[in-house]
């Protein structure tokens, strides 16, 4: 057994994936059906809960090289190259499906709708914050820009003690 098949995922990363999974991810959505890159794309998006969208970039090259490698064909369809998984691709799936199963049971776990639920509205928070604040420093009363300051690094300070609890 390829080592690669017994490694074990560590903490959430942003994209909780690692180099080369998209590979099986991606023969995992073709395996439920025939499917475009965009479409690829959206299907992670939606299923990470907006935490992950590759890019066409990552996508489409993937696409290219199961293609040479035997495991998807792409036929035009509708203006768009449709994927779809070729016998080959789902024997390669079958044969490092333990594998496989581990990626998608680690993409579960580190988008899981709890958690990205809450992380979402803090995100949203915080980006409310600099929208509020960015557009006003410009000519603001430096009496003010100091109290707004100490603010935020009193928030820094009291996030950071949150944290390492």
Known sequence: MNNMHSRSWGPCRESALHKGDLKYVILDLLKEAPRYGYEIIGILKERSHGFYTPSPGAVYPTLQLLEEMGYVTANQGDGKKVYTV?????RFLEERQQFADGIKR????CWSSEDTAEMRETMAVIGKLARLIGPRFRGMDPDKMRRIREVVTHAHSDVEAILKE
Not at 86 to 90: A, H, K, P, V
Not at 106 to 109: F, G, I, L, R, V
Request: aromatic share 0%; net charge positive; hydrophobic share 10%.
């Open 106 to 109: 680690h993409m579960k776990k």
């Open 86 to 90: 070729t016998d080959e691709g789902r």
